[in-house]
């Protein structure tokens, strides 16, 4: 097939102009130079060659930079300082197209014929070549007059390309890695040579003044002072293109179509994520090095452990020293005997010494010992990636689409895709097996028959999967590496063979489908069917999120080579090991790192090209001036602050269409609001300025009515439990028998789309898989007396009949830990039971109380957002957690004219209970036919667990109410302790 190449898209067209409008008012012309050899005794001996020639002076490429900057919305440059321009466009957006055809474009208005396009890897400089190659048709149809252009890889041994380089009229393009140019003692391109006449190479080149493209500059630079910008500025260019999604250094910018730009405008695939979830893989003492560091003289290392947090173990980061226990650390008696060891630091040289039990271990960035056998979570994540594969497929065929679907996978190491026997076969390693087994398994089931009628699934699933690594001189596949020459040349094999099965692998006769890479795919190698990425190593900074997921964001295309639009067709799915929330965190900081986006902060110039009306009825752009003073004004009215971080009264304001501007600005009032609106990102965000203090209403407070009711629940308690030891041990057992069935541990998959907006990434659960069981065989059981007793204070003796009474101990065996938690769980829940059930109340005396004066002295503080106004509180304000029950609940008080005076009871109006205090939510009197008076004390609560004395809550709720009941003793007309979800009930209760 051959791929059908568009020329009329707006954002590309205009990153093309935003270039060669640099040079506007420069005349088409060539420049002739002398190509010439010096001999001992002054001889020349000469011809003529042809170079690039620049007439405008800085003062006019200056007001010409500041044209296109305004036009694209982007900072004007205070001074011209280098010949370097930078044009920012997301990965997948057509960055190599746009650089080759703004060369055209620059050869059609001024005449530039000798182009140096230098890339900093063999990958990216194989991918250009292939680009070169498959557009010249393209290129030769738009711009006849350039027709016989001239492209080449440059080649150390074929010098003769350079002199022609430098001596051909027609347009000249050279690609060239930058490790082949920036060092001068060892390239042939600082060396005489009898192919270029005897001159050095790179003194041709500089004759010509080159307009330098640079792909990728901040892996080409080095810094700012590095050997690749050194190398740059020797070939004296006319000019440096820079173009990359990830810029370091931005120098003079004039385009820009960032991550969110591409994603708003559907230029690229939606992301969504398919994150693997382990649930209850706790059961052996898991340790992963993620860095070490020394700081200030402090060595230390950060190591992902399980972490006892509460009732539950949940992953986390901790830092530690040589020496530190990790028993102590996580809390967890499975770590018995496991300490920090010796810790190494500085680059390449990172690790830590880990003393276990039966020996030790070393452990390097992303090692990891203990927790889930990693290749039952490799198979899983393998077998998803085939099955969302197969989804697509039929989903495709089903609407028609002639699209070829390709997946990705990047492993940890060729070994366990390829491997070799002693002959020097071919022999699989485990990822290619267990793709296979899981392929023919999925390509059996009723769900997927239709794609796979006629086809025998044992050859073809050897035939739909390959592996692209570097490939060493006998033909093997190795690691790839592009730190020495050896491993440049084993690089180049794999990536010749990439290219050139790039637009193969898009079309249906090829039966490749699935392809397996350990790095040589990380750049350079943008495939656009690529429709999954299954990553199967850590997304660590080697290998991180942004720059995987970029292999597969390029929008699709047909069996006709023509691209396809739309998030319905261009989804990629990206299947990892974390979760969806986490991937996005990580992946909004990457961007926010790489991109230099700074997600919510209103630019000084965020609205100088916002069109408006001029004097003489033109539209024209607003102005850096005009952009800059606005921005002051939302400084001012404090809808940002200094740094332009948006504050959530502008998203009030947003919201509610209440942003008022001074009348200058009305005009643009949609276009302002619609930027700001990008910008602003979620509303739900609690404002610290919208904190308020909550003050009393003394009318209400002093009233005789509340003092009434005040006097009827003010008195302090005490209590004392009786219960029996027999039954609760009994007890105990019986509800870990009637407790949830314990599973081994298992996995899921949840699916999530990635929305990236200047408000940040926003992520969209969609859907979630059925668990699937991980069989574990190599569980060593716990201490779980010791375990139980510190999770629930019992005697070793009272657990052991407990456990010998519940007949499960099976399951104790099938998932330990899961099993501790809920034992722990069921026993504790029982000893709440029997202290709720045997707990005696005793008002403990006149002078022991709450006194009223305590509304005024102690402070009620929250945000207007959770607070409602009210009158017939003894507060002027009314907090609430809920905004469903409470502030509905407080709302029909006020409108209930039975309702004489209430209270929201504050924090420090408290029950004592043997599971902690207890803060009872109203105090209420009503009045019912002008005379009987209810005195009351209500909990709402909205869920249907409150009576349910198993629950911590629910049971200090029933404490709740038996102290309201001894109360009741020592008191005429008491109050009542009642439950109720609404006014209604509350008035209805009997």
Not at 265 to 274: D, G
Not at 473 to 500: C, F, H, P, S, V
């Amino acid at each position: 097939m051959k791929l059908h190449f568009e020329d009329n898209l707006d954002y590309q067209l205009d990153a093309i102009r935003a270039v060669t409008d640099i040079f506007k008012g420069q005349e088409r012309n060539a420049s002739l130079f002398s190509v010439s050899k010096t001999y001992a005794k002054g001889m020349i001996e000469s011809d003529k060659g042809i170079g690039n020639r620049l007439e405008l002076l800085d003062d006019e490429l200056q007001e010409n930079l500041n044209d296109i900057q305004l036009r694209n919305g982007l900072r004007p440059t205070d001074s011209l300082t280098s010949g370097d321009f930078t044009v920012e466009m997301e990965t997948g957006t057509g960055k190599t197209y746009v650089y080759l055809r703004t060369i055209f474009e620059l050869n059609k208005r001024y005449g530039f014929t000798k182009f140096v396009i230098v890339v900093p890897s063999v990958a990216i400089k194989e991918g250009v070549y292939k680009t070169l190659q498959i557009t010249r048709d393209h290129f030769e149809n738009l711009y006849p007059e350039s027709k016989g252009y001239d492209y080449f890889s440059y080649d150390s041994s074929k010098m003769g390309q350079v002199r022609n380089f430098a001596t051909s009229p027609n347009v000249q393009i050279m690609v060239v890695t930058v490790g082949a140019i920036h060092k001068k003692d060892v390239n042939n391109l600082y060396k005489e040579s009898e192919k270029t006449g005897g001159d050095k190479p790179i003194d041709l080149v500089k004759a010509t003044h080159p307009v330098i493209i640079v792909d990728e500059p901040q892996s080409v630079d080095g810094g700012l002072k590095g050997q690749g910008k050194k190398a740059l500025e020797s070939m004296n260019p006319l000019c440096t293109l820079r173009y990359s999604a990830t810029h370091v250094d931005k120098h003079h910018m004039v385009y820009r179509l960032d991550a969110v730009d591409a994603y708003e405008k559907q230029l690229v695939k939606q992301i969504e994520v398919a994150s693997l979830e382990i649930d209850g893989g706790y059961n052996k003492p898991y340790v992963k090095l993620i860095s070490t560091q020394n700081k200030g003289g402090v060595i230390s290392a950060k190591i992902e452990v399980h972490i006892q947090s509460g009732k539950s173990v949940r992953p986390q980061i901790i830092t530690v020293q040589d020496g530190d226990d990790l028993e102590q650390e996580t809390g967890r008696a499975i770590y018995e005997n496991f300490r920090i060891g010796t810790i190494n630091c500085g680059k390449g040289n990172q690790s830590i010494e880990l003393s276990v039990p039966n020996g030790e271990h070393v452990l390097y960035p992303d090692d990891e010992i203990g927790g889930v056998n990693q290749d039952d979570i490799k198979r899983l994540m393998i077998r998803r990636t085939i099955k969302e594969h197969l989804d697509k497929e039929l989903r495709f065929a089903a609407l028609g689409h002639r699209v070829k679907v390709l997946s990705l996978f990047f492993i940890d190491k060729v070994e366990f895709y390829r491997q070799y026997d002693e002959d020097g076969n071919e022999i699989q390693g485990k990822y290619a097996k267990i793709f296979e087994e899981e392929y023919r398994k999925l390509a059996h089931s009723d769900d997927y028959r239709t794609l796979f009628e006629g086809i025998d699934l044992e050859s073809d699933a050897s035939e739909v999967h390959n592996g692209y690594f570097s490939i060493d001189k006998k033909g093997k596949l190795t690691d790839t590496a592009e730190n020495n020459q050896t491993n440049r040349d084993n690089a180049e094999r794999a990536y010749n063979l990439i290219m050139r099965d790039k637009e193969k692998l898009l079309s249906f006769t090829s039966k490749l489908k699935f392809i397996f890479s350990h790095s040589a795919l990380r750049e350079g190698w943008d495939n656009p069917n690529v429709f999954q990425i299954c990553v199967l190593r850590d997304m660590g900074t080697e290998l991180a999120r942004r720059q995987s997921i970029g292999r597969g964001l390029r929008l699709c295309v047909n069996q006709d080579g023509q691209r396809l639009r739309g998030f319905d067709v261009n989804t990629l799915t990206v299947i990892a090991n974390e979760s969806y929330e986490q991937f996005a965190e990580t992946l909004q900081k990457e961007i926010e790192e790489d991109a230099g986006i700074r997600f919510g902060i209103v630019e000084k110039h965020q609205f100088a090209n916002i069109p408006v009306q001029g004097a003489d009825g033109e539209l024209h752009p607003l102005g850096f001036k005009k952009s800059e003073e606005l921005w002051h004004i939302l400084k001012e009215k404090e809808f940002i602050d200094k740094n332009g971080k948006v504050q959530d009264t502008l998203r009030t304001a947003l919201k509610e269409k209440t942003l008022e501007l001074p009348e200058e600005f009305k005009p643009e009032l949609d276009a302002i609001s619609s930027v700001l609106r990008k910008l602003a990102g979620r509303l739900d965000i609690k404002n610290a300025d919208d904190r308020i203090t909550v003050k009393p209403n003394k009318e209400r407070l002093l009233s005789p009515e509340f003092q009434e009711l005040w006097e009827r629940i003010k008195h302090k308690t005490t209590y004392r439990v009786d219960f029996d030891n027999e039954k609760l041990i009994q007890d105990c057992a019986k509800s870990i028998l009637e407790g949830p069935p314990i599973t081994k541990t298992r996995a899921r998959f949840r699916n999530a789309n990635l929305a990236i907006g200047e408000g940040g990434i926003e992520t969209d659960e969609k859907a979630v898989s059925q668990y699937t069981t991980i069989n574990e065989s190599d569980i060593e059981l716990p201490d779980i007396l010791t375990d139980l007793q510190d999770k629930t204070q019992l005697t070793r003796k009272s657990i052991v009949r407990i456990l010998t009474s519940c007949r499960r101990l099976n399951d104790f065996k099938r998932n330990p830990q899961e099993f501790i938690q809920l034992a722990a769980e069921a026993i504790n829940r029982t000893k709440r039971l029997a202290l709720v059930e045997g707990i005696k109340y005793r008002r403990i005396g006149d002078e022991y109380y709450y006194a009223q004066e305590l509304f005024e002295k102690e402070e009620l503080t929250g945000y207007l957002k959770n607070t409602v106004e009210v009158q017939k509180s003894v507060y002027e304000r009314v907090v609430y957690d809920s905004a469903g029950v409470e502030q509905q609940f407080a709302q029909a008080l006020e409108k209930n004219e039975s309702v004489k005076v209430y209270a929201k009871l504050p924090g420090w109006f408290k029950v004592p209970t043997p599971l902690g205090t207890y803060n009872p939510d109203w105090a209420v009197l009503v009045e019912e036919d002008g005379h009987e008076k209810l005195y009351l004390v209500v909990e709402t609560k909205g869920s249907l667990w409150w009576d349910d004395l198993r629950h911590h809550e629910g049971a200090k709720i029933k404490c709740g109410k038996e102290h309201f009941a001894v109360l009741a003793e020592h008191a005429d007309n008491p109050a009542r302790f009642i439950k109720a979800k609404t006014v209604e009930d509350m008035l209805s209760y009997d």
